[in-house]
């Protein structure tokens, strides 16, 4: 029996936001609210298209993410639960996150959240100062941030996550530092950390290419990843991955599904799917995304459906495995594969131990402190 195959995770895109940020190239839509009625109807009829994975599988978790799923009023998240609710196996769903801006929550929505099991709130923080909140495009202010974490403390959510930027134009160190010790402050339970890249049709990209976007230098860039390690472990959070921390037993269960590759399904605008050996994605556009579900299809584009073979789900597994901080365990690897990470890596195992990029012990084979700062050099050469 394929014992990897009872855990799943589900993802629903919900693409509505009340503004864009600068920096983000998600799929998301602003002023579009006259959509959101139509766009949950047709998720639902997407949702009973899985019909089968979702009765075939041990649902372990659900993950809303956007855009911004709070934006949109309280009563579609709660059509979403209910219909999945009546049609998968939810004995064993552990966590359910739903994405948030600090400005677009309020009481009524936390009580309809938690009454749903919704146990689990992560929230886009960005950063503590609101001269930079203002120049990335943010809504909301940090006195905003601060009160609505006391609202949702108050509603009996403990499970909390902040993410956190850091690189941002005309961003200092202290400024990093400042926010994060903030933060620790409010014995906040997780903490995504992730460093600003410029995207491709985003309003930051047009204003980095004409060399209007001053970023931090390299090693101050380098500096707020370390720095922040350091405090942060210091503080009682662990790292795990390479770009989130969490107090013990607060690790994001939905993440990690992704990062041992196990399956996976997307619904809505956009979303990705890794299922049945294969991986695919979601059209991008609210009309092809309506059209296909009324002929009864999935919304995917057929001709970038790619089947995963053995070789490429061992190369996904190594590289996504390489970012947890414990690494690959050599021994669960051997089971679930029937071969070991060395007879896979052979030789460029050796070379990334000499080259101080990985390191191996009797149980586990994991990234250096060094390999985290060149993983990418790793992962290119474990690609078939």
Not at 128 to 150: A, K, P, V
Not at 192 to 219: A, C, M, N, Q, W
Not at 325 to 342: C, V
Request: proline letters at 2%.
């Amino acid at each position: 029996m394929n014992m990897e195959k009872k855990d799943l995770g589900l993802y629903i895109h919900i693409p509505f936001c009340e503004s864009k940020c600068y920096y983000c190239d998600f799929n998301s839509h602003v002023n579009k609210n006259y959509l959101v009625e139509k766009y949950i109807m047709y998720l639902k009829k997407e949702l009973d298209l899985y019909i089968n994975d979702l009765k075939g599988y041990n649902l372990k978790t659900i993950f809303f993410g956007g855009g911004t799923p709070s934006a949109i009023d309280e009563k579609y998240i709660y059509d979403i639960l209910n219909h999945i609710y009546k049609n998968a196996d939810i004995s064993h769903l552990k966590e359910i996150t739903l994405e948030a801006n600090p400005k677009t929550l309020n009481t009524e929505k936390l009580k309809v959240y938690k009454s749903l099991g919704i146990n689990r709130i992560s929230l886009g923080v960005q950063t503590l100062n609101d001269s930079l909140l203002t120049q990335i495009g943010r809504i909301h202010t940090t006195r905003d941030f601060l009160d609505t974490y006391e609202l949702i403390r108050s509603q009996g959510f403990e499970n909390i996550n902040t993410d956190i930027m850091f690189n941002l134009p005309n961003q200092t160190y202290k400024d990093v530092i400042k926010t994060l010790k903030e933060i620790i402050k409010l014995d906040i339970k997780h903490i995504s950390y992730y460093s600003l890249k410029i995207e491709e049709g985003t309003p930051f990209h047009v204003k980095y290419e004409k060399d209007e976007l001053r970023l931090p230098e390299e090693d101050v860039e380098r500096k707020m990843y370390h720095g922040a390690i350091e405090l942060l472990e210091k503080n009682g959070y662990k790292q795990y991955e390479i770009s989130n921390f969490a107090k013990q037993g607060y690790e994001c269960n939905h993440n990690i599904i992704y990062w041992k590759v196990k399956p996976y399904i997307g619904v809505g605008l956009s979303a990705h799917s890794n299922i049945n050996s294969y991986r695919y994605g979601n059209t991008e556009k609210f009309e092809e995304y309506f059209k296909m579900i009324d002929e009864n299809k999935l919304p995917i584009y057929e001709e970038e459906k790619e089947f995963i073979d053995k070789d490429m789900e061992i190369a996904e597994y190594i590289i996504l495995g390489l970012r947890l901080i414990h690494g690959i365990n050599k021994e669960y690897f051997s089971k679930r594969f029937g071969i070991t990470i060395r007879d896979v890596l052979g030789k460029k195992l050796d070379k990334f131990i000499e080259e101080g990029l990985l390191e191996e012990n009797d149980y586990n084979v994991k990234l250096t402190k060094k390999g985290l700062d060149l993983c990418n050099i790793v992962f290119m050469e474990v690609l078939p």
